[in-house]
C-alpha cells in the first residue's frame, strides 16, 4: 500500500482514496517511509521532467533558506517545481500510518 498526502487537506491517505485521473499533480505527494531517523527527503519535479533531491534533518529550523540554496546551486531555482514525495523517518511514518488505519 502507497500513501499520499493530499494537499487540499493536507492529510495522509492511502493510495486507493485518491483519484489520480481527476487531481492534478500538484494536488498531492507521495508519503514515504526513510531508513534512517533524523532525515527528511523532499523528491521535486522540475519543468524539464527530472527530479531533484533534497535532504535535511528533522530539527533544521534552516530548511527553507538550504532549500533555495540547493535549487539555486543546481540551477532550477527560478523554475516551477513542486513536491513529489516525502520521505520521513521510519518512527514518523509508522507513527502516522497506525492512526490511519485505526
Not at 65 to 74: G, L, M, N, P
Request: charged residues 35%; aromatic residues 14%; contains cysteine.
Amino acid at each position: 500500500m502507497r500513501y499520499f498526502v493530499d494537499k487540499r487537506i493536507m492529510e495522509v491517505v492511502k493510495e486507493d482514496e485518491l483519484d489520480f485521473n481527476m487531481l492534478a499533480p500538484e494536488m498531492y505527494y507521495e508519503y514515504r517511509k526513510g531508513v534512517n531517523e533524523g532525515i527528511i527527503i523532499e523528491k521535486w519535479q522540475l519543468p524539464n521532467g527530472k527530479n531533484i533531491d533534497f535532504a535535511s534533518a528533522t530539527g533544521d529550523q534552516m530548511k527553507s533558506k538550504q532549500r533555495e540554496a540547493h535549487f539555486k546551486r543546481h540551477g532550477c531555482y527560478d523554475e516551477y517545481k513542486y513536491l513529489i514525495a516525502y520521505t520521513v523517518p521510519p518512527s514518523w511514518f509508522k507513527e502516522q500510518i497506525e492512526e490511519l488505519e485505526e
